[in-house]
């Protein structure tokens, strides 16, 4: 089985997505990418997550940034979540789990007592070569989304500082 670590490059698994696509990181080759994993649609953390991952898209975009979230719900469940809150990037369905252990966010949970596998919100930053640089796990909502921009706008200026070296005479 394939694991993530920051340093290294992220496999180029595909998985349905909402728009009736298949969806590969090689999709976003040449930009960077922020993968968001959160437990369930139409949660109430989830819900606000995704919704702060909305309103600073546009600033993740001017960083060269691409967002996706990814859950174990379906596409139909995730077409739903992404028409209710008018998100405008695209929600992985990972039913079978294969990005969910790759980046090893399954966990064991307890809710009411009872324990049980599941999702453990996480968020990954990936450059523009496919490398994991960042990884945020456990995370808690508010303010989660801005931190991550942050360090998508430094990441992205970086990458372009080292270009502009690389190019020099």
């Known amino acids: 089985m394939i694991k993530v670590a920051v340093g290294s490059k992220t496999p180029n698994l595909a998985l349905p997505a909402t728009g009736d696509k298949k969806w590969k990181l090689a999709d976003v080759h ?5 993968i968001y994993f959160y437990p369930r649609d139409m949660t109430s ?5 995704s919704q702060q991952f909305r309103d600073l898209y546009g600033e993740f975009r001017k960083a060269h940034t691409h967002v996706v979230g990814v859950s ?16 405008p990037f695209d929600l992985l369905a990972d039913e079978n789990e294969t990005l969910c252990k790759a980046f090893e966010v399954i966990k064991k949970k307890t809710l009411y007592g009872r324990k049980f596998m599941g999702v453990e919100r996480s968020t990954f930053l990936i450059d523009a070569d496919g490398v994991l640089r960042q990884e945020w796990r456990n995370v808690k909502v508010p303010g ?9 706008q430094a990441l992205a200026k970086e990458t372009r500082e080292l270009k502009i070296v690389d190019w020099a005479p």
């Open 30 to 34: 040449g930009e960077q990418l922020v």
């Open 45 to 49: 953390g989830c819900t606000l997550e």
């Open 72 to 87: 174990r719900d379906s596409v139909a469940s995730h077409e739903k979540f992404k028409a209710k809150e008018g998100l």
């Open 144 to 152: 989660h989304a801005a931190e991550v921009l942050g360090a998508a």
